[in-house]
């Protein structure tokens, strides 16, 4: 069993940062693959960003340039570094993590944490 607790979201205004952390505790020792997703009110989740076990890294378009996904394995603890946030940009950000598979589909993901509130707004 994993469990993933995210942190870090918070308010901000349109063009600022924030940093997301998810903290993963459990059985960590597997090879993994992690994503982060965002869900906004009214709307289906969507892929925001993914990084394999080898390193391999994809975005969806609207983040590319702006966003960065990394992890840290010694911490047990993936990123999402967000800059120039829009108000698009608002959303419960997920993280999720996965044996394998396409990592652009949520279904894809065994393991997810509760989401942490993202909003961008003057």
């Known amino acids: 069993q994993v469990q993933l607790v995210e942190s870090g979201g918070g308010l901000v205004q349109p063009g600022g940062s924030l940093r997301l952390s998810c903290a993963a505790s459990?059985?960590?020792?597997?090879?993994?693959?992690m994503g982060w997703f965002r869900q906004a009110p009214g709307k289906e989740r969507e892929f925001v960003a993914a990084?394999?076990?080898?390193?391999?890294?994809d975005y969806t378009n609207s983040v590319k340039g702006r966003f960065t996904i990394s992890g840290d394995n010694a911490k047990n603890t993936l990123y999402l570094q967000m800059n120039s946030l829009k108000a698009e940009d608002t959303a419960v950000y997920y993280c999720?993590?996965?044996?394998?598979?396409?990592?652009?589909?949520?279904?894809?993901?065994?393991?997810w944490g509760q989401g942490t509130q993202v909003t961008v707004s003057s």
């Open positions: 999720a993590r996965a044996a394998g598979g396409d990592l652009r589909k949520p279904g894809t993901y065994q393991y």
């Open positions: 459990g059985r960590t020792f597997s090879p993994w693959n």
């Open positions: 990084i394999r076990w080898g390193g391999t890294i």
